[in-house]
């Protein structure tokens, strides 16, 4: 919940700046006010934008809520679903999640299915079978369109982090559970790291087994420090 019609000028910064990269897949999903106007402001660029969340089912009496047939209307080109902050404020569980995942495919949409554990999760070494249960339970049958992001709940907004072999290993887990459960489509499946990821560590946590990406929370905000994860990327 960041961003007024201001912030316009960091994407216009981060469209300017991401035409040197080469070849890193830039995603901004800014807050539903901004989502037209930025896809305006990105289309052709090469910078893709997406929502942060929509309601399962297409239209109806839902006050507040968003369709993703109306993000993908508005501009947006994927959404992210089951965020642990979903989750924890709105308490969603892992069926609302797939079914959230499953109208993002119905609307074109690609899905950002969001899975981690809590510290107190993470303390009891629960990591796996909590990653596990919602992997289970927030996939739809086919992976087609889905990208996975890995958060750890302990690690947003922290400053605290996973070390990089921490990170390998929970991403070769969800590698190893895809595989199972889908074969050849879990290889191809897209991992995301996300849990306070900044300039600074960027590098390090991206080079870690089974992490095609990231999943920027505060870095985002500022243009400069979004690039600068995005060149780590690159």
Known sequence: M?????????????IAGGKS????????CPP????????AAARGSGVAIGGQDCHPK???????????????DAGAVAVIVGHSERRQDHHETDAEVRAKA???????????????????ERDAGA???????????????????????????????????PTRADVADIHGFIRGRLVARYGAAGRETRLLYG???????????????????ALVGGASLVAADFLAIAAAAA
């Open 127 to 161: 990591t796996r079978d909590i990653v596990g249960r919602q992997l289970d339970g927030s996939l739809p049958e086919r992976l087609e369109g889905i990208v996975i992001a890995y958060e750890p709940v302990w690690a947003i907004g922290t400053g605290r982090t």
């Open 102 to 120: 499953l109208a993002a495919h119905r609307a074109g949409l690609i899905a950002i299915v969001c899975v981690g554990e809590t510290q107190a």
């Open 195 to 213: 849990g306070s990821v900044k300039p600074a560590n960027a590098k390090e946590l991206l080079s870690a087994g089974d992490v095609d990406g």
């Open 2 to 14: 960041n961003g007024l019609a201001a912030s316009r000028a960091e994407l216009e910064a981060i």
């Open 21 to 28: 990269l080469g070849a890193v897949d830039l995603l901004i």
């Open 32 to 39: 539903a006010t901004l989502i037209a106007s930025f896809a």
């Open 58 to 72: 297409p239209s109806g009496a839902h006050t507040g809520d968003i369709a993703a047939e109306m993000l993908r």
